[in-house]
């Protein structure tokens, strides 16, 4: 187990800022994470659980504990006629299980190809993309409960799973050490194409009937297309959430703007992309000092340099301040700010 004081959390968040917290703790295993859960328990330090640091913005030092995980492993542990159970260590890279999964040909993940972070963050954020969400493929998350250290398994309906959302960021919070996620994927690959420009995408390399690897390569090449590398330029991916209002905001807007695009998600609700919210505002490629708006997707905040938290709080609190003025919408980082 990995215990240091005054550790720099630089390698730890993508926005590469170089804040620091008191104490850093890692478990390798369940019996790790008991014993974390009790070094918690007896210290009076406020803690922070996190994941790859791909959802995390550090605004300020950290005086206390940021505990993480690098239990690993992917285990095949259930098998039926149609699907299987991959239990995953919870400091496994979340790209690594869909990649194993081809490999092993188990479907369901290849819409969620490249986004970062760790196997633990997926349960606890509920990741998604392309129209498809973790949660979709989650059947059980195991974790110490901090408390007692006792292990817990929670099934998908316990972890209230919502969009970008769960459990774990609420009632939940810092109230358990995740150490597996078992995903259920299907032996059957049924190829999610209807979201995004997916579709077009195929067309334009002359594809109709893509396989599974040939669908995760088309998720990968749009992925790195749209966003920078965190090596090269710091940021957290998608900054912001997409909302979704009540169909009648939704067709107020659309008699304003017919072009606007949207997701349908019942009966009476929409989803309209964050990202063109942003750009209509006209901060596609804007900076705020060393903080700004990536050039070829609205949704990322970027550290230009020398950026520090703060910097990038008060570009999003403008971008928020701005939306809403001009639409009438509140759009909500999905990133965790610290």
Known sequence: MKDIQHYSLLAHNTFGIDARCSRFVEYGSIEEAKLVAQLLNESSMPYIIIGGGSNLLLTRDFEGIVVHSVLRGITRVEQSADSSLLQCGAGEVWDDVVAYSLQEHLYGAENLSLIPGDV????????????????????????????????????????????????????????????HVSYKL????????????????????????????????????????????PKVMGNAGSFFMNPVVDRSKYEALLEQYPQMPHYTIDEEHEKIPAGWLIDQCGWKGRSLGPAGVHDRQALVLVNLGGARGEDIVRLCTTIQHDVNSKFGIDIHPEVNII
């Open 120 to 179: 633990g963050a997926s349960a606890v954020q509920n990741i998604g993309a392309y129209g498809v969400e973790v949660k979709d493929l989650i059947a059980e998350v195991e974790a110490v409960e901090i408390a007692s250290g006792k292990v817990c398994r929670f099934s998908n309906a316990e972890c209230r799973y919502g969009y970008r959302d769960s459990r774990f960021k609420h009632d939940w919070k810092n109230r358990y050490l995740v150490t």
């Open 186 to 229: 299907s032996h059957t690959f049924r190829p999610r194409l209807d979201y995004g420009n997916i579709q077009a995408e195929l067309e334009h390399r002359g594809i109709s009937h893509p396989t599974a690897q040939q669908l995760r390569q088309l998720i990968i090449d749009i992925r790195m297309a749209k966003l920078p590398d």
